[in-house]
């Protein structure tokens, strides 16, 4: 089942706002939404990847779907996003940074990823299919809309084997085609 990028800049917003107070879910949104990476990439993160970073900092991160090197650059909003969850939650060092509280030191699955996504959105009454990956593809709508980032630069980030597979993740909407072809040229 496809899921759809969050494409309202408000309502990225709103949502940030419904989690300032559960700093672990916040972190995750935060860091889904600005990194580009699959949640299933995040929830190996733990917390000393993220310990001692300053903004600018890169994390290698090897993808667990394709086997390929991929890099967390942390930027202001990842930061004070982990310095609010680490002076809240007090995390131990070796754990996984989005720990279950299921078990002992086990992650969050992408399962319970999907599921707290719909619950955001339903929160917002942001209506249409989301998921885990909605994160993902997120970060990818926001870069080529509100940035004007390039397709191709985008598949680089990515580490999509073809174009088609980045021009997928655009979300380029009927009406935005329809904009174009009013213009003259």
């Not at 030191?105 to 942001?126: D, F, H, S």
Request: hydrophobic letters at 40%; aromatic letters at 8%.
């Amino acid at each position: 089942m496809k899921v759809q990028a969050i494409i309202g800049v408000k309502d990225i917003k709103s949502i940030k706002k419904l989690l300032t107070d559960v700093p672990r879910d916040r972190l995750l949104f935060i860091l889904g939404v600005n990194s580009g990476l699959r949640v299933q990439d995040l929830l190996t993160l733990k917390v000393n990847d993220l310990e001692g970073t300053k903004v600018g900092d890169r994390i290698a991160i090897r993808e667990l779907k394709t086997g390929k090197d991929n890099v967390l650059v942390v930027n202001q909003e990842i930061l004070a996003a982990f310095k609010d969850y680490t002076v809240t939650a007090a995390p131990e060092a070796g754990h996984y940074l989005f720990r279950s509280r299921k078990g002992r030191n086990y992650p969050l699955t992408t399962y319970a990823v999907t599921g707290m996504v719909k619950r955001w959105a339903a929160a917002i009454n942001l209506k249409g299919n989301f998921g885990a990956h909605t994160l993902r593809k997120t970060w990818c709508y926001q870069m080529r809309k509100e940035y004007g980032v390039s397709w191709e630069v985008l598949a680089k980030r990515l580490n999509h084997s073809t174009p088609a597979v980045t021009r997928r993740y655009l979300g380029i909407q009927d009406e935005e085609v329809e904009e174009i072809l009013l213009n003259s040229v």
